[in-house]
């Protein structure tokens, strides 16, 4: 498995810049829909570990980051190529361009909350994969 990356407000800026194509998943520890955003970029590293380079950052402790590329919800995808940012993409755009409010309306688990089946949806992966081959 290719490595994944802890990014945090001290060393994101050397991480990225030594990747031609880089992948940040931002994500804060309470998020569900976080988790399995997590489990995608760990498969997309093992898929394209020699191409791109992947990491993550908990916004909730790393306000830079999160101010600099206003970063306002989670789950949120940010593709950086050539120490860019060519693409951003929240949690609708990571579930392939459904509102939140028809995520949030849509299934709910026994306890109430939503089901982020949508996101362990392997289309979800190759939707993201397909994105992440645009700038290799």
């Known amino acids: 498995m290719a490595e994944v990356f802890e990014l945090s407000d001290e060393n994101y800026k050397k991480i990225i810049e030594d990747n031609s194509v880089f992948m940040v ?10 988790k399995s955003v997590d489990v995608i970029i760990n498969e997309l590293s093992n898929e394209f570990g ?13 306000s830079n980051f999160r101010e600099e590329f206003k970063v306002e919800i ?8 050539r120490n860019k940012l060519v693409k951003k993409l929240g949690y609708a755009g990571i579930a392939g361009g ?3 409010l028809k995520l949030i309306a849509g299934s ?8 982020d089946y949508h996101l362990s949806d392997p289309k979800v ?12």
């Open 50 to 62: 020699n191409k791109a380079g992947f990491g993550k950052i908990d916004i909730s402790k790393n």
């Open 108 to 115: 709910k688990s026994k306890d109430g909350m939503p089901d």
């Open 74 to 81: 989670v789950p949120t995808i940010l593709i950086f190529q």
């Open 125 to 136: 992966k190759k939707r993201l994969g397909k994105i992440l081959s645009k700038y290799l």
């Open 25 to 34: 998943d931002c994500y804060t520890p309470m998020c569900l829909p976080c």
């Open 98 to 100: 459904l509102s939140t």
